[in-house]
């Protein structure tokens, strides 16, 4: 009974989670367009990290149960938020004044200074976009928080 729940579960927030996308990403019939590709990699890793926390719960648990697939639901959702949310703060340039810092500080001295300015900043290496991975991992979290809900009625 509570898998057949989960299923229900997972199958609406999954349904959410598209909706929601297409409104961050703005909805087009062209399939090749930029927003219908990273629509379609929110709703990729929302499944992907449904069937991983599936399949991690049945080989750290052996058995699938709610509060397994809870647990494991939060830890994941958890790191793909952190990572998402380190790119955006990474992203936003924040690191660069420490790793320009470093560079200069920790330099080999066959460097000249022309070489060690014309080093990419840290912002410009995280180059990912981390909107859906920001998108996955809420619905994930909500998701875990709907099924917390169901565990504790």
Request: net charge neutral; with cysteine.
């Amino acid at each position: 009974m509570v898998s057949i729940i989960v299923g229900i579960l997972s199958l609406a927030l999954f349904l959410l989670n598209n909706v929601f996308t297409s409104i961050c990403y703005g909805y087009t019939s062209n399939k090749s367009s930029e927003g219908s590709i990273w629509m379609k990699k929110g709703v990729y890793i929302f499944a992907g990290g449904v069937i991983a926390a599936v399949v991690i719960s049945f080989i750290f648990y052996r058995e699938i149960t709610l509060l397994s697939f809870i647990n494991i639901l939060f830890l994941i959702s958890g790191m793909m938020i952190f990572a998402s949310l380190f790119a955006l703060v990474a992203q936003g340039g924040f690191f660069d004044g420490i790793s320009y810092s470093f560079r200069k500080t920790f330099a080999v001295k066959e460097m000249s200074r022309e070489e060690l300015e014309e080093m990419r900043p840290f912002s410009e290496l995280v180059s990912f976009r981390y909107t859906p991975l920001l998108v996955g991992g809420g619905t994930l979290a909500a998701l875990m928080l709907v099924c917390l809900g169901i565990f504790y009625m």
